[in-house]
């Protein structure tokens, strides 16, 4: 085996993969076209709430090529899903506007368009309901929110304490629905044979969508294969089964054909999931000198009427700063709306721009520096759990972006800066993700030639997994990087959890250190190398399960320089700093890549995503990237992404936090407090129109 010193991770080596997408050679769901192929198109609901009576397909059977109009009546019949979502096709009821109601399927893309166009649909609609207010009627109390976080907390009498204390907020922020739009839309190409089901697809878990799909069809997991070789984005909407994979494995079955199914831009505002709108009260009490007394924390977020979504939205500010008396709510609206899902860092990403805000109005109510007032606040131990932190440097980010953004320089005094037409305004506030590891499965061989294959079904989103992965094996290997192949994006390798929450890294690594490791083992008890090369394999469910009680996070800070135009009110992010605390870093390049993805995408929360809601129709009127619009190269003028050296032993054989979702965290309120600092103008409901400074 060949043995080298020198440590590869925390190296800015070049993507493995980066040939073969700048050349056209990387393949993704799409591009697979087998023998025989077809293609389908979806028809979606145009009420909100009803049922179909009947869809005429005589018509559409009549235009050339087409192969099949599958509906409610003739589809083939899937087995009972905890997630109604995934009941595509199965009986009349219409749940939300958008929803999937029938497929065409064609021999041409072409021909099954004008096929599902032609359909006439006869519904028995019914009155719906799509407003999210503060004073539904209908709102109830969750039996546990996302990623299965206790509903509510309390600790000590937050009432009195908010009731004595000397100084207090009191606000209520609102954030409203957001849609992931990566640049791949969902796609599907499914494909049954006597094997089975095989499914080329864009998903964030490619083991997930096999266990799925195994149990809607009622076959054995190892029939149901799922490549994912290259994915274009997902930021949690492909982080799980959602109905158009199940729809196009389902069209496959009636045709006994190969078929292709993409999601059009403007569907994927209807089936694909977004961000939940969120209504937010946050309290705060605190004495003279700045130190909480009392944190509560309400928020209030939708989802449909057949599956039960919770944002967790509260949930950061649960371990964020010292306070003896807390209280944390979540409460949820069932309307006739698409069932939100994922969105990248969700709880944190809306629930730290409302604390965040308030800490912001805090410190100007305390009259001190807000970089101060949050290092007052920086608790011993997780005030939720009383555990230890694994490690926190908060303290550490807030300083040292305090010193690279020139923060001691600042006019506290908002409005005071004025530059030609333009005023100028600088924010701050502080993120965090929690550092998650979910159990995964791992090989690892000595091929013949001396080389090595390292295999696991982990999923490359476009954030640099092979790379990474490669590194981690070198090293575990103590061999180079070109020595070593990472396979991975197909159910058929070993078990992985998904490319999601932040915890791809620290968790496949671990099953790739530990398969690593046994491989090391074996090679040193075997003496010669047999003909037929060694493997060895490594499952860290029992390590996971077994980790010591930490209060694991990474943890950041976000500065933000805008200019607000007098005469129009349109406001410009003209200088953006985050500084974070993520453990150790596998490599530098990939990893700015990351935060600075992450902090545009908070700035684009900021200043321009927003869904509409028409209640008339009950459906979203954004449909496209001209409605709705996601920050570009021209939004972006200065950003900057750094970190500090983090050395924590608790996490995991690398030393790594997750840093794909931290970087949007805290956005959009250090922007928000930037605006405010700038115009003198508190804007407590995103985005930040000019509509909104202009009065």
Not at 115 to 133: I, M, N, Q
Not at 294 to 300: P, R
Not at 396 to 408: K, P, S, V, Y
Request: hydrophobic letters at 40%; glycine letters at 8%.
């Amino acid at each position: 085996m060949t043995t080298t010193a020198r440590p590869h991770v925390g190296t800015a080596l070049d993507r493995v993969e980066g040939m073969e997408k700048v050349t056209g050679r990387a393949r993704y769901a799409y591009e697979h076209s087998p023998d025989e192929l077809a293609y389908a198109v979806p028809v979606q609901a145009s009420i909100a709430r009803g049922e179909v009576r009947s869809i005429d397909v005589q018509a559409a059977l009549t235009i050339p090529g087409v192969i099949a109009i599958i509906w409610h009546r003739n589809a083939p019949r899937l087995a009972p899903a905890d997630n109604a979502e995934l009941s595509v096709l199965q009986s009349a009821r219409v749940a939300y506007r958008g929803q999937y109601i029938a497929v065409a399927v064609a021999e041409t893309l072409q021909a099954a368009g004008e096929a599902a166009r032609s359909l006439s649909v006869d519904y028995a609609g019914e009155p719906h309901d799509t407003e999210l207010r503060a004073d539904h009627p209908g709102m109830y109390r969750p039996e546990k929110v996302n990623a299965g976080y206790p509903t509510d907390s309390e600790h000590g009498d937050p009432d009195a304490a908010m009731e004595a204390a000397p100084i207090r907020v009191d606000a209520t922020y609102s954030t409203p629905a957001e849609h992931n739009n990566p640049m791949e839309p969902h796609a599907t190409v499914a494909r049954w044979d006597a094997d089975g089901l095989t499914l080329y697809d864009s998903t964030q878990g490619a083991s997930a969508v096999r266990a799925t799909l195994a149990a809607l069809f009622t076959m054995p997991p190892a029939n149901v294969r799922v490549i994912a070789s290259h994915v274009g984005g997902g930021f949690g909407s492909k982080g799980q089964p959602l109905a158009p994979v199940v729809l196009a494995a389902l069209a496959a079955k009636h045709v006994t054909r190969p078929v292709k199914l993409a999601v059009p831009r403007q569907q994927m505002f209807a089936v694909t999931g977004y961000r939940t709108p969120t209504i937010q009260r946050v309290r705060l009490g605190a004495d003279v000198d700045g130190r909480l007394t009392a944190i509560v924390h309400e928020a209030i977020a939708q989802c449909s009427t057949i599956r039960e979504f919770v944002e967790q939205t509260t949930t950061p500010t649960r371990i964020m700063y010292a306070a003896p008396n807390r209280r944390t709510t979540h409460r949820v609206v069932k309307l006739d709306v698409p069932t939100p899902s994922w969105m990248r860092a969700p709880g944190e990403a809306p629930g730290m721009f409302a604390l965040e805000s308030a800490m912001d109005e805090l410190a100007i109510a305390c009259g001190i520096d807000p970089v101060e007032l949050r290092v007052r606040n920086e608790p011993d131990a997780d005030p939720e759990s009383g555990e230890p932190f694994s490690s926190r440097n908060l303290v550490a980010c807030l300083r040292e972006g305090a010193r690279r953004f020139g923060w001691a320089d600042r006019d506290p005094t908002p409005g005071a800066r004025l530059v030609g037409r333009t005023l100028i305004g600088t924010g701050v506030a502080a993120s965090t993700y929690p550092a998650y590891r979910s159990p995964s499965q791992a090989s690892a061989r000595l091929e013949p030639d001396g080389r090595y294959t390292v295999r696991i079904a982990a999923t490359d989103i476009g954030t640099g997994a092979r790379t990474v992965l490669t590194q981690i094996a070198a090293d575990a290997l103590r061999t180079s990087p070109d020595r070593v192949t990472v396979e991975i994006g197909d159910s058929a390798l070993p078990p992985a959890t998904l490319a999601g929450g932040s915890m791809g890294t620290a968790s496949w690594g671990t099953a790739v250190v530990r398969a690593c490791e046994a491989l090391r083992e074996q090679v040193s008890r075997s003496g010669d190398l047999p003909s037929a090369g060694l493997e060895a394999a490594a499952d860290t469910k029992e390590e996971v399960g077994a980790q010591e009680r930490f209060s694991r996070h990474a943890f950041g800070a976000q500065f933000a320089e805008v200019g607000v135009d007098v005469d129009t009110g349109e406001a410009r992010v003209l200088r953006l700093l985050g500084v974070f605390a993520a453990g150790r870093i596998v490599n530098p390049k990939t990893a700015r890549s990351q935060f600075i993805g992450g902090m545009t995408m908070g700035l684009s929360t900021a200043l321009f995503e927003e869904s509409l809601m028409d209640r008339e129709f009950g459906d979203y009127l954004n449909r496209d990237l001209a409605q709705y619009h996601v920050a570009a190269c021209a939004d972006v003028r200065d950003i900057e992404a750094v970190w500090i050296e983090e050395d924590d032993p608790h996490l995991n054989p690398m030393g790594t936090k997750g840093i794909g979702e931290i970087g949007i965290v805290g956005t959009a309120a250090a922007i928000a407090n930037a605006v405010h600092h700038a115009t003198g103008i508190r804007i407590r409901d995103l985005p930040i129109r000019l509509d909104k400074l202009l009065r």
